[in-house]
């Protein structure tokens, strides 16, 4: 790093990207920490990830450029990776979470009528979660 | 100017190890196994964003292969973890 100087067009905008990216991770990780129930906590990482990596990756790409003397475009395909993959990742992790929801609200019902869990007598291959 | 890249640069590495650690407290307390899932994602992505900062200071290309292996690999072990929590197993026949 010290042995590099980097031009003023590239150093500053990406000192300004690095700090802003920073940031914004660690707001939507403090929220991931912070919020109280599980569907509040999916939104603080899944958007505060996507913009600070977009953030890291465009001043990456600023400063790599600036160091070939050519445009280096290669950390785009992270950025498209991770654009396409958080909001999948973010549904899934959102579909589980209500289906296994949903099955514990079955299972307390059921306890609290033993008479029809009886009867029913349907089993579902899932552990009771902790907590 | 390398002085205020050189000071963004540690500034942002420091936020990302503290949304890691943030992240790593969330993994080890989480109250429900989505709550695990959830924080396993953040902080592949922040442990992806800390490699990035240090190829920058070291003016590296090699890291960003392993950006990219890490951003692949954890979306691929994300998905099979969420999965796994839906249907109760990964592949089904």
Same mark, same amino acid.
């Given at each position: ?6 031009? =003023?067009?590239?150093? +500053?905008?990406?000192?300004?990207? +690095?700090?802003?990216?920073? +940031? @914004? ?5 403090? !929220?991931? +920490? ?9 939104? !603080?990482?899944? &958007? !505060? ?11 990456? &790409? =600023? ?30 992790? &959102?579909?589980?979470? @209500? ?12 306890q609290a009528t033993p008479l029809t869990a009886a009867a029913e ?9 902790? !907590? | ?36 899932? #959830? ?11 800390? #490699?990035?900062? #240090? ?12 950006? #990219? ?16 929590l839906l249907r109760g197993e990964v592949i089904e026949p």
């Amino acid at each position: 790093m010290s042995t590099v100087e980097f031009p =003023l067009w590239a150093a +500053l905008p990406a000192a300004i990207l +690095l700090i802003i990216g920073g +940031l @914004v991770t660690v707001t939507g990780s403090i !929220g991931l +920490l912070r919020l109280p129930t599980f569907f509040m906590r999916m939104h !603080g990482p899944s &958007m !505060g990830n996507t913009l600070g990596a977009g953030c890291v990756l465009i001043a990456s &790409m =600023l400063l790599s450029s600036a160091l070939q003397h050519r445009p280096i475009i290669h950390e785009i395909l992270i950025t498209v990776f991770i654009v396409i993959a958080s909001p999948v990742t973010a549904m899934l992790v &959102m579909r589980a979470a @209500v289906y296994r929801t949903r099955v514990n609200e079955e299972r307390q019902r059921k306890q609290a009528t033993p008479l029809t869990a009886a009867a029913e007598g349907k089993q579902d291959g899932e552990r009771p979660a902790a !907590g | 100017m390398n002085a205020v890249l050189d000071a963004a640069i540690w500034f942002a590495q420091a936020c990302l190890a503290i949304a890691t650690t943030f992240a790593a407290i969330r993994l080890i307390r989480g109250p429900r196994a989505q709550d695990r899932v #959830l924080a396993f994602d953040t902080m592949y992505i922040n442990g992806m964003l800390n #490699l990035l900062m #240090l190829g920058m200071r070291s003016s590296s290309t090699a890291y960003f292969d392993m950006a #990219l292996l890490i951003a692949m690999f954890g979306f691929v072990g994300t998905i099979s973890l969420a999965k796994f929590l839906l249907r109760g197993e990964v592949i089904e026949p």
